[in-house]
């Protein structure tokens, strides 16, 4: 069976700091995702990535970039941490296009 | 941006009781509506899906409804156990065309 790895599981970070969060998968999955869950808010989509150098946005990518150098990884930035922010980063991925998804353990943060 | 309404945002269930959680979308060309389970600490993870072409789908104590013409869906958990109680999202989205739309989550509570 196969695994996404998320790193670094906890992340505390100053306010305005640039900050990464990594995810690998070995499913050779082709779609990758990162999704922000906010208490009481679901899970909102950042951006998503069909394919290796691919990349399309989320209805949440405002303060975000994000890069797929090769398939097995995606990467996420937050560009300008705000100060009291608090959250969980989801990466998840599946074979096509919206169809099953396996989804990692999450990152999470807090900002100072 | 579209919507998935899902409710209640928690519940409390006696065990051996059934627990009924529901959802509604907007967007009537959404055919793939997944349901995913999530226990504190972890990702969240598949635990039944159903297409458009059908109104039920059953798997084990799990069931899913879809009803077409009210755009709601609904999971239903029969002999409700203490190690169910975790939150639950619904999904909907076009089936290997697009990004999933996730509800906000109902936090699910088993008491033996």
């Known amino acids: 069976g196969g695994i996404i790895t998320q790193t670094p599981k906890f992340l505390i970070g100053q306010e305005g700091q640039k900050l990464t969060l990594k995810c690998q998968q070995n499913?050779?999955?082709?779609?990758m995702y990162w999704y922000r869950q906010d208490s009481g808010k679901g899970l909102r989509l950042i951006y998503y990535?069909?394919?290796?150098?691919?990349?399309q946005k989320g209805d949440l990518s405002e303060g975000y970039d994000a890069s797929r150098e090769k398939k097995s990884s995606f990467s996420l930035t937050v560009t300008s941490a705000q100060k009291n922010e608090m959250a969980v980063f989801l990466c998840?991925?599946?074979?096509?296009?919206?169809?099953?998804?396996?989804f990692g353990s999450g990152t999470r943060l807090l900002v100072i | 941006q579209q919507q998935v309404r899902q409710s209640p945002q928690s519940l409390t269930v006696w065990e051996g009781g059934t627990t009924v959680l529901t959802c509604s979308y907007e967007?009537?060309?959404?055919?793939?509506f997944p349901w995913y389970q999530q226990f504190p600490g972890e990702g969240p993870a598949l635990l039944i899906s159903?297409?458009?072409?059908?109104d039920k789908k059953e798997d084990g104590r799990f069931t899913t409804f879809f009803n077409k013409r009210e755009k709601k869906l609904s999971l239903h958990i029969i002999d409700s156990q203490p190690g169910d109680s975790a939150t639950y999202f619904c999904?909907?989205?076009?089936?290997?065309?697009?990004?999933?739309?996730f509800g906000q989550g109902t936090k699910l509570s088993i008491k033996p």
């Open positions: 998840a991925s599946s074979i096509g296009v919206n169809s099953d998804y396996t």
């Open positions: 499913f050779n999955h082709d779609t």
């Open positions: 990535s069909i394919t290796e150098n691919d990349l």
């Open positions: 967007d009537s060309t959404f055919n793939y």
């Open positions: 159903i297409l458009s072409v059908s």
């Open positions: 999904a909907a989205g076009n089936y290997n065309q697009g990004k999933l739309i």
